[in-house]
């Protein structure tokens, strides 16, 4: 089980080094912003690392809604991000799930995915493995709650997808944690990344606060069962920098019995 950490796009594996991460997730552009990401000159460097890469696509894309000005812009982009993830032999492009405002079909959210795959395919498809991610809020989240990401994932099913799991969100969303990587993988069939979070807000609060492993509202040995449970990589997005995610790196490492 490779443990890691979401970290700064200038030099990840400076971060990297700082935290004895074994992975890193960065954005590659602006997260709330629409430029498409430019070619990295550490490319050579971050392919020939030992370090496991994950990029993290911008909070902007929504590939679900029904406003045309937001969702066609947000394929390309998420098209753009893949392409330069493949640059840099990336495992995975993590993606949230999105949502549809409200009034709007939620069907509609489900088959505007199905057309972001298909678009895709028409250029040779997806270049990376795309993880999409539950989240924490909304009531017409397409993949907040168990019910709806069933939905999205027959709305998928032509194509290869993948999933990360964050275990703030699941929380904060209202799914809870005992036996949750069970009820998921009977939709999804797999886990290919999880997110381990704490939660700074309580349970089905809706709050997408994540806290340090040993802090929030979950206790942490649930927290530790479902990473043991899905058996796979771990980025950890806590606050406190270097410091902060060294230590609920080192935590995991400790109560999994896993070696840096």
């Not at 017409?140 to 990401?149: G, T």
């Not at 209202?174 to 993988?185: I, Q, S, T, Y």
């Not at 806290?211 to 069962?225: H, K, S």
Request: some cysteine; charged content about 25%.
């Amino acid at each position: 089980m490779r443990i890691g950490a979401h970290v700064d796009q200038a030099d990840p594996l400076a971060e990297a080094a700082t935290r004895a991460a074994e992975a890193v997730q960065f954005f590659l552009s602006d997260p709330q912003g629409w430029k498409a990401p430019k070619p990295r000159e550490d490319a050579d460097r971050l392919r020939a690392a030992e370090v496991d890469i994950y990029v993290h696509a911008p909070y902007v894309i929504n590939v679900a809604t029904l406003n045309n000005r937001i969702r066609i812009p947000s394929r390309k982009l998420l098209l753009g991000h893949a392409t330069a993830a493949a640059q840099l032999d990336a495992r995975g492009l993590i993606v949230h799930g999105g949502h549809v405002n409200a009034g709007d079909d939620l069907a509609v959210g489900f088959d505007n995915w199905r057309k972001t795959f298909a678009y895709a395919a028409d250029s040779g498809g997806f270049p990376v493995p795309v993880l999409i991610e539950n989240t924490a809020g909304g009531d017409n989240a397409c993949a907040r709650r168990l019910d709806a990401l069933a939905r999205l994932w027959d709305a998928l099913g032509d194509y290869e997808v993948g999933f990360c799991l964050d275990t703030c969100h699941a929380y904060a969303g209202g799914e809870e944690l005992l036996d949750l990587v069970d009820r998921v993988k009977a939709i999804t069939g797999r886990i290919d990344l999880v997110h381990a979070n704490n939660s700074k807000g309580g349970f089905n609060s809706g709050q997408d606060r994540h806290d340090n492993l040993d802090g929030g509202t979950i206790d942490p040995e649930l927290l530790v069962a479902v990473i043991r449970a899905a058996d796979a990589p771990v980025i950890v997005e806590t606050p406190g920098g270097a410091t902060g995610q060294g230590a609920d790196i080192a935590f995991l490492r400790e109560q999994l019995g896993t070696g840096a």
